[in-house]
């Protein structure tokens, strides 16, 4: 009962001292003697948690996006082939890549942004087809279907160092997106979500705002796809398709929209989950569509909403004797 | 003249929803428009703020030309409203609707949200003692951590004069504003609106409840889209067309 009631107090801090044991863990990881399989999987992890967060940031204005890996696709080829044709610095071309997203996402936003919820979503749609289709045109450079390989690596061929780069990538990602929705920004992005009469009607124009969370949205995404061309070093048509924007989609919806740790949880379990039942191979997709069917139908909050879902399930069962006492006394004093 | 309006006219397709309609709002006024049902008068303000564009006609604010301007530019230029049907951010809490109302004043910077500057940590604890302050007024401190979309009627109804008044405007417009309150919630919420025209904003408000007479220094009577009466509260009540209006042809004397 102590620890209960220390935790209950002093709640801040007990959540801060959690999360730095499992960055700390995190960190430790490599050290503690991860195999190098795993390593792979967990960079991927990382690089996927910043796309689905960046979804995220583009939903809380109330826009929902099934193209968002296109935006990923800009930056990742942008530095995947000046690095690999021109030779450049991976550090160089990076920033390039991010600069390249985060002009093309506001351009692309201001007519984006002019239409609003389903409709918008079916544009994001089309972007993402539309993308695909401008890899296929300049397929010399792109390679098309059949991709681009041999990109200059980061780091060479040990994993360890990208393990770390990745992790503290999305760390500085997620603690940056974390921020912006808690400041008054992020209030004005969801304020519009809910109403655009009432936003404006206090002075926020919202056209801008809906723009501006678009491309900070898409800029995270391009972060990722940068990360991802130089850990890769291969992209294929495959790799940035529509049905990648779908799993990022998936990845946020199943951790649950609502809450800022659903996208890391979601993406987490999404890709570990059906790693671990790797030796049953052509069964994998069914454990992906179970997992799906069992939060879609008995999580309404995602699997991060989960804790607080049993909280509210138990105290609910634990008065349960008590509602029923006031309506006795009603039916007696009306007796 | 705060605000003032010329032959304003909007037309939905064949249906000529406001016709011809001129009015002028002195500064630190309350002014009163009234009408039945259907008469024109939240349309009227629609055009004012901006939600919708007149087919004709201009309005002024301020002594510039403000018509179709975009809701936006006219919050910031200094007007504050409410709405009839949808006036809160649902999901929000009592106090969160209030503090992302204080948007423009002052206004939240993105980079400074970005990089947590000093300047922007020293704004954001100024809207939060701002906001709490309006609460206050409006007696919703102690519901300041319920949602918006929980809160009884007449809280959501003093939740969007709170709002309003977090634009810090020069002019508030308020589209009636007790509707669906109870007896002791009206006169509350004209004591508010007393208190705020003390402070030396402006206000126009469309009411039926005939009580908020009480407090008009002029009104403006409305019906099918073109202005019936204009006066002291008196005179418009011995308006034999505003009577007619509410009460029919053959009462009226």
Redo the contacts between chains.
């Keep these: 009962m102590h620890i209960k009631s220390f935790l209950n107090q002093h709640k801040g801090i007990t959540s801060i001292a959690i999360l730095a044991l499992l960055i700390g863990f995190l960190f430790a990881l490599p050290r503690l003697g991860l195999r190098v399989y795993y390593m792979h999987i967990l960079i991927g992890v990382f690089i996927w948690i910043i796309v689905a967060s960046s979804l995220r940031v583009l939903d809380l204005s109330g826009q929902g996006s099934i193209g968002h890996a296109a935006f990923m696709a800009i930056g990742a080829y942008t530095s995947g082939i000046l690095s690999k044709y021109l030779g450049w610095s991976p550090w160089i071309t990076m920033l390039i890549g991010i600069g390249v997203t985060i002009i093309i996402a506001f351009l692309v936003a201001i007519p984006f942004t002019r239409v609003r919820g389903i409709y918008f979503t079916m544009v994001s749609l089309f972007f993402g087809i539309g993308v695909l289709a401008v890899n296929q045109v300049f397929s010399k450079y792109t390679g098309g279907y059949s991709g681009i390989g041999s990109i200059p690596l980061l780091f060479g061929y040990n994993k360890t160092p990208y393990y770390y780069f990745c992790l503290a990538l999305m760390l500085v990602c997620l603690g940056?997106m974390y921020?912006?929705e808690h400041?008054?920004?992020?209030?004005?992005w969801?304020?519009v979500a809910?109403?655009h009469?009432?936003?404006?009607?206090?002075?926020?124009?919202?056209a801008w705002q809906r723009i501006?969370c678009f491309g900070v949205a898409c800029t995270f995404s391009g972060v990722a796809g940068v990360a991802y061309t130089h850990y890769y070093a291969l992209l294929t048509q495959e790799t940035f398709s529509f049905g990648t924007s779908i799993n990022v989609f998936v990845y946020m919806t199943v951790g649950g929209a609502g809450l800022f740790a659903g996208p890391i949880v979601g993406t987490s379990a999404l890709i570990i989950i059906p790693e671990l039942f790797r030796h049953l191979k052509e069964y994998v997709p069914f454990i992906f569509a179970g997992i799906l069917l069992l939060v879609l139908f008995l999580m309404p909050q995602g699997l991060a909403g989960l804790p607080n879902q049993i909280r509210r399930w138990y105290e609910q069962h634990s008065k349960k004797t008590k509602p029923a006492e006031p309506v006795d006394e009603v039916a007696k004093r009306a007796a | 003249m705060l605000l003032e309006i010329h032959n304003l006219t909007k037309n939905f397709g064949g249906l000529m929803a406001v016709n011809q309609f001129s009015m002028g709002v002195a500064e630190g006024q309350i002014i009163g428009l009234i009408g039945p049902n259907g008469a024109g008068k939240t349309t009227v303000f629609n055009l004012i703020t901006g939600v919708i564009r007149p087919t004709a006609g201009n309005v002024m604010f301020n002594g510039k030309d403000v018509t179709g301007n975009r809701p936006h530019t006219l919050a910031s230029a200094g007007i504050g409203r409410t709405f009839q049907l949808t006036p809160l951010f649902t999901e929000f809490t009592t106090l969160d609707n209030v503090v992302a109302s204080y948007y423009l004043h002052p206004r939240s910077s993105f980079w400074g949200a970005f990089f947590n500057t000093p300047t922007y940590r020293s704004n954001e604890a100024y809207v939060m003692e701002q906001s709490l302050k309006i609460l206050d007024l409006v007696g919703l401190s102690k519901v300041k951590g319920e949602r918006a979309k929980n809160l009884p009627h007449g809280y959501q109804k003093m939740l969007g004069i709170a709002r309003a008044l977090a634009v810090q405007p020069r002019l508030l417009m308020l589209d009636e504003p007790l509707g669906g309150m109870n007896t002791d919630e009206i006169v509350f919420t004209m004591d508010i609106m007393a208190k705020v025209r003390q402070q030396g904003m402006t206000i126009l408000v469309i009411e039926h409840n005939m009580q908020i007479l009480d407090l008009c220094d002029h009104v403006v009577a409305i019906n099918f889209g073109q202005k019936i009466g204009e006066g002291t509260v008196e005179e418009v009540r011995g308006n034999p067309d505003v009577i007619k209006a509410y009460l029919g042809e053959q009462n009226a004397p």
Excluded: C, F
């Excluded at chain 1, 400041?183 to 004005?188: D, Q, V």
């Excluded at chain 1, 009469?197 to 926020?204: C, D, L, P, W, Y």
């Design positions: 940056l921020r912006l400041s008054r920004i992020g209030l004005t969801k304020a809910q109403s009469t009432v936003a404006s009607s206090i002075g926020i124009n919202e501006l």
